[in-house]
């Protein structure tokens, strides 16, 4: 059963933990500018979203991808970007209508969510259950498919 | 027969793919995928396996070998799916008997045909480029000549400074030659940049050592006995150069249609099933003059995002399943020796619509928001790299921005504030 992240803004209290832990798995060091999950403050910090790819099935980073450096794990269903082939040249970034894959100027590739290959960190970290890791049938994804299905721009009708 | 893992029965649709780009190879492993494969061929005039034009910059600065410029990385990826990649170039078609013409003297039956030529590079109209060592940088072949030519400490002078000039200067600075670029426009980037951006990319890249010559015209280019050449320039001292690379921009490849009664204008003109004016006869990519998402005009917009999508769409109504594309959105984005620039759609702005701005021409930071009404319609951005696709999301979905507009207004920068709560208001109401 594949599983996916699902956050509930409510219960975050933008504490960053979900940062740290991500930059930590993936930089090696507590750099949240690095995160791959975001926290966003709104009414001056009474309320925070944190933010990250929902690795939607319309993949806009893949189908832009040039030189097919991400691809999707078929055992997470995560889209991963393969360090080795990505020469940086961002257009994923601008693809993705989620802003949700973004370059990394000290490495010169771009940086997504990878689920931690199936070991989400930020979930893991989030103290108050504002992100956790559950099966992707779960129905309170479907409000996240949703939010993703409305920006879905790439067909109008189907004759 | 072998390698045809979805061939239906009772079918043996002849899809040929002309053009081994992004927009041809997606569009052949669609077909594929889709499992109406039938034949699919897809011709190639390059000796290479399918690669991206895209990479080439990234190989001429030695982040890559050749093998990184490849489209696909798999093994035997093309034969799985049922692909054949045959190196070959159409020299005519015959659209009434449904045949192409090849070079190699054979002739290729189709049933549905993809136009996916690409295009290529042109030169302006001026003495001495036809020298040799005037360069263009399209090809792999181009970029192996280039890096034959171009060595450390040469002097080279990039003509143009469009988004192609601009990518390979970073390439050409990679290789530590002395550069200056000459560029006719007012500015750099000209058809993604405004002259705040502009200016700002040639302060960036005289800053980095790069001699960066705007509103300037070559008038020819002649070779000395010694070898070098002399570029003469309009009302500026003439400069001498080891090597020219020339970047004066790009046309569709049509050339092989002529007669053939596909409409052509700028590009192949197609409806928004990507069908020319010739039925079963459809055209993707570079060479495509598809509807513009923003203008409802034809368009050719030469950058990946739009090949993809054409190539994807292009095969399902190839394949019988007809399925109508909005249009295609511009959007660049360009690295000038780590400064990074981002463009969308009507990036200069509409007629009577707002104009956000936030420029700080020190920091080399700049971000441009372009409405109409409370919709954003077009951006620019100067030194933004994080969560820059949300700009593509308000654009592409015209959401209004009600009160964030005005937020927006007084702050460009709360792009992604205006996003969250946007997108996430439109989530509830839908939930």
Redesign the interface.
Same mark, same amino acid.
Request: a positive charge; hydrophobic letters at 40%.
């Given at each position: 059963m594949q599983k996916s992240l699902l956050i509930d803004?409510d219960k975050c209290t933008s504490c960053l933990q979900c940062e740290m832990a991500c930059s930590f798995e993936h930089e090696g060091s507590f750099n949240p500018a690095r995160s791959r999950i975001?926290i $966003?403050e $709104?009414e001056h910090g009474k309320r925070a #979203?944190p *933010?990250t790819c929902t690795q939607c099935a319309e993949a806009?980073c893949v189908? !832009?991808c @040039? #030189?097919?450096a991400l691809v999707r794990n078929p055992v997470t269903g995560a889209v991963e970007v393969k360090d080795d082939?990505c #020469? %940086?040249?961002?257009?994923c970034?601008? !693809?993705? @209508? $989620? %802003?949700?894959? +973004? *370059? +990394?100027?000290d490495t %010169?590739k771009v940086i997504k969510c990878d689920l931690c290959h199936g070991d989400p960190k930020c979930a893991e970290a989030c103290p108050t259950d504002a992100i956790v890791y559950v099966d992707s049938s779960w129905t309170g994804l479907?409000?996240?498919r949703?939010?993703a299905g409305?920006?879905d721009? +790439?067909?109008?009708?189907? !004759? | 027969m072998a390698g045809i893992p979805f061939f239906v029965e009772g079918t043996t649709m002849n899809h040929v793919i002309v053009g081994a780009g992004p927009a041809g190879v997606i569009a052949s492993e669609t077909l594929s995928r889709m499992g109406h494969g039938g034949r699919i061929t897809v011709l190639s005039d390059e000796p290479e396996p399918p690669y991206s034009r895209m990479a080439i910059p990234y190989l001429l600065a030695e982040n890559i070998d050749e093998e990184g410029t490849c489209l696909r990385h798999t093994d035997g990826h093309y034969d799985g799916l049922g692909i054949t990649v045959k190196h070959d170039s159409v020299t005519a078609i015959d659209a009434a008997a449904k045949s192409l013409s090849l070079a190699s003297g054979v002739s290729l039956a189709f049933d549905r045909l993809l136009l996916a030529t690409g295009a290529h590079p042109i030169r302006p109209p001026i003495p001495g480029m036809d020298l040799e060592k005037v360069m263009s940088c399209w090809t792999l072949a181009d970029a192996r000549r280039i890096m034959e030519h171009a060595k450390p400490g040469d002097n080279v002078v990039l003509m143009g400074a469009g988004f192609i000039g601009c990518i390979i200067l970073e390439a050409l600075v990679a290789r530590q030659v002395n550069l200056t670029v000459i560029e006719m426009a007012d500015r750099m980037v000209a058809r993604m940049m405004d002259r705040t951006g502009g200016d700002m990319i040639a302060a960036w890249c005289r800053e980095k050592g790069v001699d960066v010559h705007v509103s300037t015209r070559v008038n020819g280019v002649s070779r000395n006995s010694d070898g070098s050449l002399t570029l003469d320039l309009e009302g500026k001292a003439p400069v001498s150069a080891d090597l020219v690379v020339c970047a004066t921009g790009v046309a569709s490849n049509t050339g092989f249609l002529e007669g053939s009664g596909i409409e052509t204008d700028i590009g192949v003109m197609v409806d928004e099933h990507l069908e020319t004016s010739v039925p079963g006869i459809y055209a993707a990519g570079d060479v495509a003059a598809g509807f513009d998402f923003m203008t409802g005009g034809h368009d050719v917009h030469a950058i990946q995002p739009t090949a993809s999508e054409h190539g994807r769409i292009a095969a399902l109504n190839m394949a019988g399943n007809r399925t109508a594309y909005r249009g295609s959105l511009v959007m660049n984005t360009l690295n000038t020796l780590g400064l990074i620039s981002t463009s969308y759609g009507l990036w200069d702005g509409v007629e009577g619509g707002d104009v956000a701005t936030a420029a700080d021409a020190r920091a080399y930071r700049y971000l441009r928001l372009n409405f109409r009404d409370d919709v954003l319609v077009g951006c620019l951005a100067l030194g933004l790299t994080q969560h820059v696709g949300v700009l593509r999301g308000l654009i592409q979905t015209k959401t209004p921005l009600g009160k964030w507009k005005d937020v927006l207004m007084a702050d460009p920068h709360q792009i992604m504030s205006a996003y969250l709560a946007t997108a996430q208001d439109a989530s509830r109401r839908a939930a």
């Open positions: 803004p975001k $966003f $709104f #979203v *933010y806009w189908h !832009a @040039p #030189v097919e082939v #020469v %940086g040249c961002k257009v970034t601008i !693809a993705c @209508p $989620f %802003g949700t894959v +973004n *370059y +990394n100027p %010169g479907d409000r996240m949703r939010w409305h920006v721009t +790439n067909q109008s009708a189907k !004759a | -």
